[in-house]
């Protein structure tokens, strides 16, 4: 078991500091007694499992400073010049604080074949919460955009599978060969009432695509000529 006590200069006093446990447990099943008849082939046998949560803090630097965006616009003065313009000061939220990154895995280890076998097996599921997301309701009469704050969630799913083989001849020469395959995906689960297929929105599966399908296709006999 594992409890940190981190802080970070980036959120107000107040909110700056937070605590962050995790555990991991681990069972050894090949030394069980009634495990001896798998020791021909089955030199080790391991299930894991564990949960923690970590804090984020790698967020914009400017989440608690109101700035007023400036440029050149289009229009000239009677001089020729580029008018310069000065927007409004963005709408800031006083409870910005950290993201929360939730991890659970779940895995095996084995080993085979006196050894020379190495199967390694790994789910785990990972929430960020508190993500810094655009705040919901603001009127389009409010006169800024809406401000950030922790109103949003992401959810990825994962499995990993690693084979190892190892042997050694004789002669001294050893070989060793590795194959590993992954997944992973990832679905917004909170994050506003959009329903855009350009934006971000709840359900919305990270790397998705879109596309059309046609009902069908004009023939000539669709027309009156």
Not at 64 to 78: F, I, N, P
Not at 95 to 104: C, F, H, M, P, Y
Not at 161 to 184: C, I, P
């Amino acid at each position: 078991a594992n409890l940190r006590y981190d802080g970070t200069s980036k959120f107000p006093t107040d909110l700056k500091w937070r605590w962050f446990p995790s555990f991991s447990a681990g069972w050894r099943v090949s030394e069980e007694a009634w495990m001896e008849w798998s020791k021909p082939f089955l030199a080790s046998l391991k299930f894991r499992g564990s949960w923690g949560r970590i804090g984020d803090q790698t967020v914009e630097n400017t989440l608690y400073r109101s700035l007023m965006e400036s440029g050149q616009g289009s229009w000239l003065d009677e001089s020729g010049k580029k008018l310069t313009y000065v927007g409004i000061p963005s709408s800031v939220l006083a409870s910005i604080t950290w993201q929360d990154i939730e991890s659970l895995n779940l895995g095996f280890d084995a080993s085979l074949i006196e050894g020379k076998l190495d199967v390694m097996f790994d789910w785990y599921r990972r929430d960020t919460k508190n993500t810094i997301v655009p705040m919901e309701g603001v009127p389009a009469t409010f006169g800024s955009k809406a401000p950030l704050g922790n109103f949003g969630n992401l959810r990825t799913y994962g499995w990993e599978l690693s084979v190892n083989y190892r042997h050694q001849f004789k002669n001294g020469l050893g070989v060793n060969a590795m194959v590993t395959l992954s997944d992973a995906l990832t679905e917004i689960t909170q994050y506003g009432s959009s329903r855009s297929i350009e934006a971000n929105y709840n359900g919305k599966t990270y790397g998705e695509i879109w596309g059309y399908r046609t009902d069908r296709l004009y023939q000539k006999d669709d027309f009156v000529y």
